[in-house]
């Protein structure tokens, strides 16, 4: 019989020293006490790790400066705001926001910048790298940086670093793109660089500490040009066999419908896209015109509040098939959808009560996402972070190898 190896006491240590940087991360500045009671573990240990993260330069403890209870106060244990930060992108098709990111999601700089089509990945990756230097000058001085993390509107392989890839971004015209190499390539100084596809980070930052972090079966749907899904079930990424699940934009709902950009026709995001509203309202292929159509549908204006509504009934029809399929506890309308769910509520939930299964129906919430339109750059940031809260210390230990 096979026997799993034995756990040294160091590892446990350095797990659990992982497992407080985590909860400083989800929860933001806590007491000691605090994380005594959420950590099960003694208040000495606590004292012993909190010490030992504040002198790895990740945390450290400070007295409140407002509050008025009597006696002695609290030193809460957070975020060094002079520490390692992540270097978020969110790539869409004609901008990118990049975002320095601190322990805890906050950002601590960002800049947004346009993207002039046809945004080739080689220039897009160069857009990147030259931004980080004014993105860095932004931060204290000892402030640095531990990898970047770019959100993709589209598919990605697995793979880190020079193996990134981008599989398939069909509105930026991209299939099999070198990201990750490409960036490598042009970045001044070597750091871990990940991808991932745009909704699924989304809806790991809203599961993290937005508008799902009390619920484990969920689904972020994202509107932007296309249409994309990332889903939870029990608590766990949804991801398939290759990284690829959650194409919902491109599942077919009408095989006589408009032509989608992916060669298929007739796709969900054919209906419910930016595209598609943008399509409705008379202002094919303008992306940029998206804002003001929405403006307009604010304002009452017929023919914009007429494309929401279209859209919002078909939006209803989608979700009643996600409803069918995945039994969520909530879905997440991210993007335009936030704006069809705000402008055509009424519409949405009439489409999704009429085909959903009914148990199905009432268990399900729509919600706007709590981290607003920054779900994606925090899920990036989120992929930074992982190996630093898997691993404190080594990855602490690693930096000052590679800078001395
Ligand atoms: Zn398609």
Known sequence: MARSAAVRPDQVRRHNLGLLLARIHQAGPLSRAELTTQLDLNRSTIGAFVSELCALGLLREEVPSSGSHAGRPSHMVGPRPDGPYAVAVDLEVDRLVIAAVGIGGAVL???????????????????????????????????????????????????????AMVRFAPHLGWQDAPLGRLLGNQLAHAVPISLGNDADLAVIAEHLRGAAKDCDDVIYLAGKVGIGAGIMVDGHP???????????????????????????????????????????????????????????????????????????????????????????????????????????????????????????????????????????????????FAPLLADPVGTVSRRIAAVS
Request: glycine share 14%; proline share 8%.
């Open 109 to 163: 700089a960002r800049r947004e910048l346009r993207i002039r089509a046809p945004g080739r990945p080689d220039a897009v990756a160069g857009q990147i790298a030259r931004a980080m230097p004014a993105l860095a000058a932004k931060l204290p001085g000892c402030a640095w940086p531990i990898g970047v993390g770019v959100s993709v509107p589209g598919t990605v392989g697995r793979g880190n670093g020079e193996a």
């Open 238 to 384: 949804l991801s398939g066999h290759g990284g690829l699940a959650g194409e919902v934009g491109h599942t077919p709902l009408d095989p006589n419908g408009p032509v989608c950009c992916c060669g298929s026709r007739g796709c969900v995001e054919t209906f419910i896209g930016g595209s598609a509203l943008l399509a409705l309202a008379g202002h094919a292929d303008q992306p940029a015109e998206l804002p003001n159509v929405l403006r307009r549908a604010r304002r009452g204006e017929p023919i914009a509040t007429a494309a929401v509504t279209a859209v919002g009934t078909s939006l209803g029809r989608v979700l009643a098939s996600l409803v069918n399929l995945l039994n969520p506890q909530r879905v997440i309308l991210g993007g335009c959808l936030a704006d069809v769910l705000e402008l055509a509520g009424p519409q949405v939930s009439a489409a999704l009560s009429q085909h959903a299964m009914p148990a199905a129906r009432e268990m399900v919430e729509l919600a706007l996402p709590g981290l607003r339109a920054d779900s994606s750059l925090l899920g990036a940031a989120d992929l930074v």
